[in-house]
């Protein structure tokens, strides 16, 4: 059997964590697997990473950026396959460019195009574990990107479907997928099962447990996730195609604070203006979420919008230069507010979901900003202080009274 094995960065925080990692990668190849293992930098070394380029230049080139970013998962490589020579265990550490994982040129939030095998299959053939660096690939000016934060889940499932692995197991510091974070939200309940789809929004929506794209490959390519601790042997969670029915009107809440309002303010109040705005956002990149237009008022309105936090800054200078073109009299925003999300393939058939989140807010004291709907979720826009508060009321109004 073949096995992908991702680590996050704080199950190899420490020598004696990637002992313990080591260990549980040493079980399956003497049990005869092939065991192929993507790791994530130790403990909050990215973070780190960034704040050393932050002091040096506020404004450092993404290309650079990466280039510094994608060490923290080079030193955890070299380190894990240093820590199973110790036990006698052949291993071999690789980086992107060893591998050869093409991903598109776009820094910081690169996709994988192309994995080359050969490397790997030669270093599997001749008995060796496999330690691939998470969260890095190469461009086609050969210079090494990144694939956003939490991007080593991607490496693995990606790795895992080119590899056709058999298994596909990304371990972690909780023990599988809860129906909101366990660390804000006490009640929260581990999932045993649940689909792509479900998952995809989940991740999306701001449950860090697993990199959105990392669901999108996996549904693409049918590999199964099973989502687990590095720390204990609980079961984890298994994130497939079709579920079985847990019998629950939502699958679970999840909170997004990397997000920011911005309003434009008397626009003027004919066909195009919208168009006009969303299309020079999009044009530079820029993702809108949730949109609010105003009614109109002595021929203007307003409009507002969210974007993630790490957009803010560039939307502003877009929208200001383009100002007067775009008919804006005043741009406004708040990067202090959050999206909570309440998810479910249930709630397509059930009238009453909507009503019963806003009055757990309501119950909470909590104002709404915003709100989306779509087929499988709804999302509303909260002050960045009410997040925790906004998570727990919303979780246990569903969960809780089931
Ligand atoms: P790793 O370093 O292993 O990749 P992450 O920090 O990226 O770990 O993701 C794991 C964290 O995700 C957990 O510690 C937990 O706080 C958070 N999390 C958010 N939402 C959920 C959820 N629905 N289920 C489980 N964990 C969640
Ligand atoms: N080390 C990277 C990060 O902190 C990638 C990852 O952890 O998945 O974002
Ligand atoms: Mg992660």
Redesign the pocket.
């Known amino acids: 059997m073949l096995i992908v094995k991702k680590?996050?960065?704080?199950?190899v925080a420490n020598k004696e964590r990637i002992f313990n990692v080591a260990s549980r990668c040493v079980e399956d190849y003497k049990a005869g697997h092939d065991v192929v293992v993507v790791l994530?930098a130790m403990g909050d070394t990215t973070d780190e990473l960034i704040a050393l380029a932050q002091d040096i230049n506020p404004n450092p080139k993404k290309r650079e950026l990466d280039m510094l970013m994608a060490t923290g998962e080079q030193v955890s490589v070299s380190l894990m396959a240093m820590a199973m020579h110790s036990m006698d265990v052949p291993a071999v550490s690789l980086n992107a460019f060893q591998v050869q994982m093409h991903s598109t040129s776009r820094y910081g939030n690169a996709r994988f195009k192309r994995i080359d095998k050969d490397r790997i299959m030669h270093e599997l053939d001749s008995r060796k574990i496999v330690i691939v660096t998470g969260f890095q690939g190469i461009n086609k000016y050969d210079d090494v990107t990144t694939l956003g934060r939490?991007g080593?889940?991607t490496t693995a499932v990606a790795l895992a479907a080119a590899l056709h692995a058999d298994k596909c197991e990304?371990?972690?510091?909780?023990d599988?997928?809860?129906?909101?974070?366990?660390?804000?939200v006490k009640n929260?309940m581990k999932l045993n099962e649940v689909t792509y789809d479900e998952m995809l929004e989940?991740a999306s929506l701001?449950?860090?447990?697993?990199?959105n794209r990392s669901v999108e490959m996996a549904k693409k390519y049918g590999v199964e996730l099973v989502?687990r601790s590095?720390l204990n042997r609980s079961e984890g969670t298994v994130i497939k195609e079709k579920a079985k029915m847990e019998k629950m009107l939502i699958t679970?809440v999840?909170a997004d604070v990397n997000t920011a309002r911005i309003s434009v303010i008397g626009v003027e109040d004919k066909p195009g203006t919208a168009f006009r705005i969303f299309n020079t956002l999009a044009k530079n990149n820029i993702n809108v979420d949730i949109i609010l237009q105003s009614v109109g008022r002595d021929g203007t309105k307003d409009i507002s919008f969210t974007v993630s936090q790490d957009d803010l800054k560039d939307a502003m200078n877009v929208l200001e230069e383009h100002k007067e073109a775009l008919t804006i009299q005043q741009i406004t925003n708040n990067p202090n507010v959050a999206k909570i999300s309440v998810i479910g393939a249930g709630m397509m058939s059930n009238p009453g979901v909507a009503a019963r989140m806003f009055e757990s807010l309501y119950n909470s004291r909590i104002n709404i900003n915003m709100i989306s709907t779509s087929e499988i979720r709804i999302t509303v826009l909260v002050d960045e202080k009410d997040v925790d508060k906004a998570m727990n009321a919303v979780h246990d109004g569903f969960i809780m009274t089931e």
């Open positions: 680590f996050g960065g704080s199950s994530s939490g080593s889940d990304i371990y972690t510091d909780v599988g997928v809860y129906t909101a974070d366990p660390r804000v929260a989940l701001g449950a860090k447990v697993l990199h989502v590095s679970g999840a």
